[in-house]
Each structure stands twice: as C-alpha cells, then as structure tokens.
C-alpha cells in the first residue's frame, strides 16, 4: 500500500470518528434539553449533512487511490513478467547470487550447461559447479569482489564441472550488484562454454583442407 493512501485512510479514520464525536454531542444535548427541539434537529441535520459530504469526499480519494495502486501494481506485474521472459530466454547460462556464491536463481540455459534441473539449482553454491582443482582459486576472486569497490565487470576462466559430465573451460563474466548505498548484495553471471568455441575454427580448418584436397 502506498504512503499516501495509508495517510488518505488515516485521514478517513480520524475525520470519522469527528463525526462519531460531534453526533454524541447532539444525542447529549438532545437528552439534557439545552437547545429547543428545533434548533436541536436542525443543527443535527446541519451535522449530518457536512459529515455525510466529508466522508464522500475521502470515500472518493479512497477509492481514486486504490485504483492507482491497482493500476501500478498490474504494470509492475508486466514488468516482473517481462523480465522473467528476457531472464529465462537469453541464450547464455544467467544466474544470480548472494555475496558468498549461493544461486539465488538461474535460467533454462544454466540448468542444461551444469546439467542440472532448473529448480535443484537454487540455493547452491556455485563453486558446486567449478572443477574441484580450480575451487580454491574462484573462492579468492569471489573474495576478492568483496575488497574491491568498483563496479567493473569481470571475466574469469574457470573449468565448470556439470553434474555427472566431462568439466569443459568457461568464461564467467561476473558484476557486482550494490544497494543505494554502494554496498554490495549479489552478483550476476553469464557463464559460456568456450571449449567448443574454440573447437569450431579448428573443425571449419579441418573441414576446409578436406574440401581442397577432394578438388584436387
């Protein structure tokens, strides 16, 4: 709920039970006589009339501000939505962490490079997916991130061990992801298979001599 709807209903609270108060007045003065009978129900008409205007007044803000907050809410929905869609498409694994490496989310292309469901990825750490021999060295870049304040983005090369397959070399492009006030929160990755990257050139190499010498 926004701050200013929950001062709108605050204000609504406050002015009700003024007129709570003010209708309590009238019954009293009714009861003890003070004003003649006339007088008396006029100015309780008086009274009921500006409350009756006071609370549809707030009654309208209230209603203005909740179809606002619907209306913001429903964007922010698409929002959400369409960031889901951009997250889970991309072709490259993606994912999030905490400060210390533990997956906080990860897309479609990340649970098929580390061979595993999408869902058992959450809440690991990612040095779970790093070749055991190279475990050492990624926890001291990661605590490196850390110690240092700039918001450059980094690439390691690391060999990522996938479950139950052959580890195969990686880029692992990493940035830092701070609060309002600099401090760091989490980082993002996009990790790519450059094992059959490089495989590719050699395959064409291979390929293209193959074709020249059948020419000859």
Request: net charge negative; with cysteine; charged share 25%.
């Given at each position: 709920?926004?701050?200013?709807?929950?001062?709108n209903?605050d204000?609504f609270?406050?002015?009700?039970?003024?007129?709570?108060?003010?209708?309590?007045n009238?019954?009293?003065?009714?009861?003890?006589?003070?004003?003649p009978?006339?007088?008396?129900?006029?100015a309780?008409?008086?009274?009921?009339?500006?409350?009756?205007?006071?609370?549809?007044?707030?009654t309208?803000?209230?209603?203005?501000?909740?179809?606002?907050?619907?209306?913001?809410?429903?964007?922010?929905?698409?929002?959400?939505?369409?960031?889901?869609?951009?997250?889970?498409?991309?072709?490259?694994?993606?994912?999030v962490?905490?400060?210390?490496?533990?997956?906080?989310?990860?897309?479609?292309?990340?649970a098929?490079?580390?061979?595993?469901?999408?869902?058992?990825?959450v809440?690991?750490?990612?040095?779970?997916?790093?070749?055991v021999e190279?475990?050492?060295?990624?926890?001291?870049?990661?605590n490196?991130?850390?110690?240092?304040?700039?918001?450059?983005?980094?690439?390691?090369?690391?060999?990522?061990?996938?479950?139950?397959?052959?580890?195969?070399e990686?880029?692992?492009?990493?940035?830092?992801?701070?609060?309002?006030?600099?401090?760091?929160?989490?980082?993002?990755w996009?990790?790519?298979?450059?094992?059959?990257?490089?495989?590719?050139?050699l395959?064409?190499?291979e390929?293209?001599?193959?074709?020249y010498?059948?020419?000859?």
């Amino acid at each position: 709920m926004s701050l200013e709807l929950i001062m709108n209903v605050d204000m609504f609270a406050q002015q009700l039970q003024s007129v709570q108060g003010r209708l309590v007045n009238l019954y009293q003065d009714a009861n003890t006589g003070v004003q003649p009978e006339a007088d008396l129900l006029l100015a309780a008409l008086k009274e009921l009339d500006a409350a009756s205007k006071t609370l549809e007044i707030a009654t309208e803000k209230l209603f203005e501000q909740t179809e606002k907050l619907g209306n913001v809410q429903a964007r922010l929905r698409e929002e959400y939505k369409r960031y889901q869609d951009l997250f889970e498409f991309i072709p490259n694994a993606y994912l999030v962490s905490d400060t210390q490496g533990k997956i906080l989310s990860a897309n479609c292309a990340t649970a098929t490079l580390f061979n595993l469901q999408q869902r058992f990825l959450v809440n690991k750490p990612l040095v779970c997916f790093i070749a055991v021999e190279e475990r050492q060295a990624f926890r001291c870049q990661l605590n490196q991130m850390h110690e240092c304040e700039c918001d450059y983005v980094q690439e390691w090369l690391s060999r990522i061990q996938p479950r139950d397959c052959e580890p195969f070399e990686a880029a692992m492009t990493v940035a830092p992801i701070r609060d309002v006030k600099g401090k760091l929160t989490g980082l993002r990755w996009i990790v790519r298979d450059i094992h059959h990257v490089w495989q590719q050139p050699l395959l064409a190499l291979e390929g293209s001599k193959g074709l020249y010498a059948l020419s000859l």
